[in-house]
């Protein structure tokens, strides 16, 4: 199986920024005979608003999106995020954000890149730094920057560090969950907003150490599969021209007055015609597509 997917974290209702990348993930996969899958990324539960899953799962049906098979729930499968974990080349890490940050950094390293502190501690200074908080836990690269092809930015390089696959209080981390998740359900071609391209580096290199080790139930694909394909697709930005956001007044579904509203507003918005999903994808091509972010109207 291929499949393109659409993964919300639940932390309220869906803005329109939201719902036009639900809408070309959804194209990309059906106009390439992919199954569309949905994927709810719940894990930091902090985040998670009561009743926000099936809000937004109502209003991607209102909207005409289709999804096959069940929806998954990333609160559901650390299972094999802890699989993945044992496959991979780990130590523990002390720091917190603040010393990372007024660490010196290695030349040429991006700001807030991981400086490797707690790369080479010994097992008696693990020791005495586990008394003192919780360990993290990272991966031990050995890349510093990693390639991938994106179909509407080409060729991307990204730095690559020890970046952490298990937070403090024992949340897995985004880069491992998708990773892995992506992996299990055949994702082939990832669609989402460009504010994640500079993650997407990070998530290839781990997905190529996944896929080298033998197969197990962590892995969907098949050893050796290269990583996911990738779309990263412009914003949506408020009045003010910054990223959109619920301050920005009527960006839900409902505020706007429902589907009626919205799907025109997005179909002209990335140049396409018809009055459903469906009818969208007669002539839908990703090359046409804008480059740039949309400005939502008032």
């Known amino acids: 199986m291929t499949a393109g997917r659409y993964a919300p974290s639940p932390s309220g209702d869906l803005h329109v920024g939201n719902l036009r990348t639900a809408l070309l993930a959804w194209l990309f996969a059906r106009s390439t005979g992919r199954d569309f899958l949905l994927r709810i990324e719940d894990l930091d539960t902090a985040r998670t608003?009561?009743?926000?899953?099936?809000?937004?799962?109502?209003?991607?049906?209102?909207?005409?999106?289709?999804?096959?098979?069940?929806?998954?729930?990333?609160?559901?499968?650390?299972?094999?995020?802890?699989?993945?974990?044992?496959?991979l080349d780990v130590y523990e890490c002390y720091c917190t954000r603040r010393e990372i940050l007024a660490a010196p950094s290695a030349p040429h390293a991006p700001e807030g890149a991981y400086p490797g502190t707690c790369r080479d501690l010994t097992e008696a200074e693990r020791e005495v730094r586990r008394r003192e908080r919780p360990a993290a836990v990272r991966l031990r690269s050995t890349v510093s920057s990693f390639t991938v092809t994106d179909l509407l930015h080409g060729e991307y390089t990204g730095a690559v560090?020890?970046?952490?696959?298990?937070?403090?209080?024992?949340?897995?981390?985004?880069?491992?969950?998708?990773?892995?998740d992506d992996a299990a359900q055949g994702v082939d071609q990832v669609v989402r907003g460009d504010d994640l391209l500079s993650s997407a580096p990070r998530q290839a290199y781990l997905s190529t150490l996944l896929s080298?080790?033998?197969?197990?139930?962590?892995?969907?694909?098949?050893?050796?599969?290269?990583?996911?394909?990738?779309?990263?697709?412009?914003?949506?930005?408020?009045?003010?021209?910054?990223?959109?956001?619920?301050?920005?007044?009527?960006?839900?579904?409902?505020?706007?007055?429902?589907?009626?509203?919205?799907?025109?507003?997005?179909?002209?918005?990335?140049?396409?015609?018809?009055?459903?999903?469906?009818?969208?994808?007669?002539?839908f091509d990703p090359a046409r597509l804008p480059r740039e972010p949309w400005t939502l109207p008032l």
């Open 161 to 180: 560090d020890d970046f952490v696959l298990r937070r403090g209080d024992g949340t897995y981390a985004y880069n491992l969950a998708v990773v892995v």
């Open 212 to 283: 080298a080790t033998p197969r197990s139930a962590v892995a969907g694909r098949l050893v050796g599969d290269p990583p996911p394909s990738y779309a990263h697709v412009p914003m949506v930005l408020g009045p003010t021209g910054a990223r959109l956001a619920k301050r920005d007044g009527a960006v839900t579904l409902a505020q706007r007055g429902g589907p009626a509203v919205v799907l025109p507003e997005l179909a002209a918005s990335l140049g396409l015609r018809g009055r459903t999903p469906r009818e969208m994808l007669d002539g």
């Open 49 to 87: 608003a009561d009743g926000a899953e099936a809000r937004q799962l109502a209003d991607l049906a209102a909207l005409g999106l289709d999804w096959d098979g069940d929806v998954v729930r990333q609160s559901e499968r650390t299972d094999r995020y802890a699989a993945a974990l044992d496959r």
